[in-house]
């Protein structure tokens, strides 16, 4: 009995080996190679794999060098399903290429065979794209189409290409002259650092042209003589996109150039080196609307050919194996009134702190002008800024009052101090003894009554103040502006002398020019002006408001961006009898105020609030001056961050704009 079961068992044995075996085909070897083939050609490296007809180190090498024109670009490779016959299986891989814009799809077969033990790649170059044949490298090309042109108010053309000249060292005519002499002579004619170029000319290789700067043909001093004087230099014509003068609105509209490689990196793909890109402003917004798409070549072309030997064959060589259109850019329409931003910038040439002019037309909420002067520093003061707006923010305790069933000819306390929990508040410096005491609303605007306004905080809540500012399109959010902005910041929550301090525009309360510019439109107006810059903010396939890199920081008197985040909308909205009333007392700063200056301003009469903030830690501390205007179907607010007064620093900068717009 025990040899039966010993002999039933050795037959059990032999009858599951044997089964074992037959299912035992050799698939998951050639599934595992087939796996470690599609990792390999992933990274653009075989160095591993294991070759039949050629070793793995030059395989690694063919590879590399028939990839070479695409890095650092890898594909993403996958195997499919594999199929079986004896000792050979044939795999698909399929391949994903990110180039440019694009997706270079494409799928090939490839061949395993078993030998011994191990699985063999059968190498072909045919491995790595459909139809390539030994001895042929991949090539690309990209033809950017020209950079949409930024458009202003009636199409005037605010960006486009403008003639240039690239001044230069091209090295291969220097014959025998000293590169260092060259370089360092031309740097000292165009100011550039003459170390730095140095150090570029002698690094290039010696069929490089070496651009020192690149000057627009349009006035250049620099003449063609005095750089053909030195050995070795030239200036090349060329155009680039630009604006009429070198500083036209340019923190709004950014500057374009060639793309650095952290942006190129950034890209996902969309850019390339040489490509050229917007940075800051509208250019870098609006950058893949404006740029358009480049056209992408890959092709296959036989190695080394000679540029004899290309001219010779059809389409110089190359078999296209993949293909991107180009497509132009689409314009960008803005709103900006290129005469008014010249005067706006050719006003603020004389300011030396950082400062802004915003004119918009209250009717449309178009956006005229968006100055930011040199003392800004780049920074978009304009409509970045956050500044505390002083006393142009009694345009809001207005309204809150009125609403509270207040009218211009209520009357109000003006003392000459007052004092909210151990804090004194008192009126500006030369404030008129007559109008102190118990006097109008329109009296105390008029000539800026800090104390009657501060007086009113039991009666005008912090919420109410936040409200109508609201109503006056003031800190809420601009969705048809089509332009990154701070449309200010009001709390709605505030006791004490805080709440003393926003009645008066300090405290928490910040505003831009730009939302200055939009209250005082809003009072014109007679209801919320909703500002518009940018007219076809979807024109692109770039996603409208996008940016993808923070403008430069705020001077010292702006505000850290921890500001509350605005209104979805704004609120009750100011009707035409509230804006009829604000602008009645507006007017009394011009007819019976401290900016009857304004007066003679030809055309509709003017309606004005200055404003006087201070700031900082100093004694006495720095002031922000501040002065919005309403002139007809224009609105403008003027900006300087470390001014003195309003009406006597911005007032004279406001009427100079207002006399000579027209």
Same mark, same amino acid.
Request: glycine share 12%; charged share 20%.
């Given at each position: 009995?025990?040899?039966?079961?010993?002999?039933?068992?050795? !037959?059990?044995?032999?009858?599951?080996?044997?089964?074992?075996?037959? @299912?035992?085909? #050799?698939?998951?070897?050639?599934?595992?190679?087939?796996?470690?083939?599609?990792?390999?050609?992933?990274?653009?490296?075989?160095?591993?794999?294991?070759? *039949?007809?050629? *070793?793995?180190?030059?395989?690694?090498?063919?590879?590399?060098?028939?990839?070479?024109?695409?890095?650092?670009?890898?594909?993403?490779?996958?195997?499919?399903?594999? *199929?079986?016959?004896?000792?050979?299986?044939?795999?698909?891989?399929?391949?994903?290429?990110?180039?440019?814009?694009?997706?270079?799809?494409?799928?090939?077969?490839?061949?395993?065979?078993?030998?011994?033990?191990?699985?063999?790649?059968?190498?072909?170059?045919?491995?790595?794209?459909?139809?390539?044949?030994?001895?042929?490298?991949?090539?690309?090309?990209?033809?950017?189409?020209?950079?949409? =042109?930024?458009?202003?108010?009636?199409?005037?053309?605010?960006?486009?290409?403008?003639?240039?000249?690239?001044?230069?060292?091209?090295?291969?005519?220097?014959?025998?002259?000293?590169?260092?002499?060259?370089?360092?002579?031309?740097?000292?004619?165009?100011?550039? =650092?003459?170390?730095?170029?140095?150090?570029?000319?002698?690094?290039?290789?010696?069929?490089?042209?070496?651009?020192?700067?690149?000057?627009?043909?349009?006035?250049?001093?620099?003449?063609? *003589?005095?750089?053909?004087?030195?050995?070795?230099?030239?200036?090349?014509? =060329?155009? !680039?996109?630009?604006?009429?003068?070198? +500083?036209?609105?340019?923190?709004?509209?950014?500057?374009?150039?060639?793309?650095?490689?952290?942006?190129?990196?950034?890209?996902?793909?969309?850019?390339?080196?040489?490509?050229?890109?917007?940075? #800051?402003?509208?250019?870098?917004?609006?950058?893949?609307?404006?740029?358009?798409?480049?056209?992408?070549?890959?092709?296959?072309?036989?190695?080394?050919? +000679?540029?004899?030997?290309?001219?010779?064959?059809?389409?110089?060589?190359?078999?296209?194996?993949?293909?991107?259109?180009?497509?132009?850019?689409?314009?960008?329409?803005?709103?900006?009134?290129?005469?008014?931003?010249?005067?706006?910038?050719?006003?603020?040439?004389?300011?030396?702190?950082?400062?802004?002019?915003?004119?918009?037309?209250?009717?449309?909420?178009?956006?005229?002008?968006?100055?930011?002067?040199?003392?800004?520093?780049?920074?978009?003061?304009?409509?970045?800024?956050?500044?505390?707006?002083?006393?142009?923010?009694?345009?809001?305790?207005?309204?809150?009052?009125?609403?509270?069933?207040?009218?211009?000819?209520?009357?109000?306390?003006?003392?000459?101090?007052? +004092?909210?929990?151990?804090?004194?508040?008192?009126?500006?410096?030369?404030?008129?003894?007559?109008?102190?005491?118990? $006097?109008?609303?329109?009296?105390?605007?008029?000539?800026? @009554?800090?104390?009657?306004?501060?007086?009113?905080? =039991?009666?005008?809540?912090?919420?109410?103040?936040?409200?109508?500012?609201?109503?006056?399109?003031?800190?809420?959010?601009?969705?048809?502006?089509?332009?990154?902005?701070?449309?200010?910041?009001?709390?709605?929550?505030?006791?004490?002398?805080?709440?003393?301090?926003?009645?008066?525009?300090?405290?928490?309360?910040?505003?831009?020019?730009?939302?200055?510019?939009?209250?005082?439109?809003?009072?014109?107006?007679?209801?919320?002006?909703?500002?518009?810059?940018? !007219?076809?903010?979807?024109?692109?396939?770039?996603?409208?408001?996008?940016?993808?890199?923070?403008?430069?920081?705020?001077?010292?008197?702006?505000?850290?961006?921890?500001?509350?985040?605005?209104?979805?909308?704004?609120?009750?909205?100011?009707?035409?009898?509230?804006?009829?009333?604000?602008?009645?007392?507006?007017?009394? $700063?011009?007819?019976?105020?401290?900016?009857?200056?304004?007066?003679?301003?030809? #055309?509709?009469?003017?309606?004005?609030?200055?404003?006087?903030?201070?700031?900082?830690?100093?004694?006495?501390?720095?002031?922000?001056?501040?002065?919005?205007?309403?002139?007809?179907?224009?609105?403008?607010?003027?900006?300087?961050?470390?001014?003195?007064?309003?009406?006597?620093?911005?007032?004279?900068?406001?009427?100079?704009?207002?006399?000579?717009?027209?």
């Amino acid at each position: 009995m025990g040899n039966f079961s010993k002999l039933s068992a050795a !037959l059990i044995g032999l009858l599951l080996g044997a089964t074992l075996v037959a @299912c035992d085909d #050799g698939r998951a070897g050639a599934q595992d190679a087939a796996k470690q083939l599609a990792s390999a050609v992933s990274a653009l490296d075989v160095g591993s794999v294991a070759f *039949e007809g050629q *070793e793995s180190g030059a395989a690694n090498e063919q590879l590399k060098e028939m990839f070479k024109a695409l890095d650092p670009v890898k594909p993403a490779v996958e195997s499919g399903e594999l *199929e079986l016959e004896a000792d050979t299986a044939t795999v698909p891989l399929n391949y994903s290429w990110k180039i440019g814009s694009g997706e270079w799809k494409y799928t090939v077969s490839a061949q395993l065979k078993k030998t011994g033990d191990k699985w063999l790649t059968v190498w072909t170059p045919e491995l790595l794209v459909p139809g390539l044949a030994a001895g042929e490298v991949l090539g690309t090309s990209n033809d950017a189409p020209p950079r949409a =042109d930024i458009l202003g108010a009636g199409g005037a053309k605010l960006v486009t290409e403008r003639p240039v000249v690239n001044v230069g060292i091209d090295k291969p005519l220097l014959a025998d002259a000293d590169p260092a002499e060259s370089a360092t002579r031309l740097a000292e004619l165009v100011g550039v =650092d003459a170390a730095a170029y140095v150090q570029q000319v002698q690094s290039a290789g010696p069929e490089a042209f070496v651009t020192a700067i690149t000057l627009r043909q349009d006035g250049r001093t620099i003449t063609d *003589e005095q750089i053909a004087a030195i050995p070795g230099a030239r200036a090349i014509a =060329d155009s !680039l996109p630009l604006a009429p003068t070198r +500083t036209f609105a340019r923190a709004l509209l950014g500057t374009v150039g060639e793309a650095s490689a952290e942006q190129i990196e950034k890209s996902g793909g969309a850019l390339q080196a040489g490509d050229t890109t917007g940075t #800051g402003g509208l250019q870098q917004q609006y950058d893949a609307q404006l740029r358009g798409t480049s056209g992408t070549q890959v092709y296959a072309e036989k190695a080394g050919l +000679t540029a004899e030997e290309r001219r010779a064959l059809p389409n110089g060589g190359r078999r296209v194996l993949f293909q991107i259109d180009m497509k132009a850019g689409a314009p960008l329409k803005t709103t900006l009134d290129p005469k008014l931003q010249q005067l706006a910038e050719d006003i603020l040439g004389k300011v030396d702190p950082a400062s802004a002019i915003v004119a918009l037309r209250p009717s449309s909420g178009a956006v005229l002008a968006a100055a930011s002067g040199p003392g800004s520093n780049g920074y978009d003061t304009a409509l970045l800024g956050q500044y505390a707006p002083g006393s142009i923010f009694k345009i809001v305790d207005s309204l809150a009052m009125i609403r509270n069933g207040m009218s211009p000819d209520s009357t109000v306390d003006c003392p000459a101090t007052l +004092t909210v929990d151990g804090r004194t508040f008192k009126n500006a410096e030369g404030y008129p003894a007559a109008s102190l005491g118990s $006097v109008t609303l329109r009296d105390a605007f008029a000539h800026s @009554c800090n104390t009657a306004f501060i007086n009113a905080r =039991d009666k005008v809540s912090q919420g109410q103040l936040e409200s109508a500012a609201t109503s006056l399109g003031v800190a809420v959010e601009a969705p048809a502006l089509g332009a990154g902005a701070f449309l200010g910041s009001v709390p709605g929550d505030a006791s004490g002398t805080e709440h003393a301090a926003s009645m008066i525009g300090q405290g928490k309360v910040l505003m831009s020019p730009l939302a200055a510019a939009i209250m005082a439109g809003s009072v014109a107006k007679g209801s919320p002006v909703s500002a518009q810059l940018v !007219l076809n903010p979807d024109a692109g396939d770039a996603v409208a408001g996008t940016a993808t890199a923070a403008p430069a920081g705020p001077s010292e008197g702006a505000a850290s961006s921890s500001a509350p985040a605005p209104a979805k909308s704004s609120g009750t909205p100011v009707t035409a009898a509230e804006a009829a009333a604000l602008k009645d007392m507006m007017r009394a $700063v011009v007819t019976s105020g401290h900016t009857g200056f304004l007066a003679s301003v030809p #055309g509709a009469p003017v309606a004005a609030k200055t404003g006087t903030a201070e700031f900082g830690k100093d004694n006495p501390p720095k002031t922000h001056a501040w002065i919005v205007a309403v002139h007809g179907d224009l609105a403008v607010a003027v900006f300087v961050e470390e001014g003195g007064l309003g009406a006597t620093v911005s007032g004279p900068l406001l009427k100079e704009f207002l006399t000579t717009a027209g």
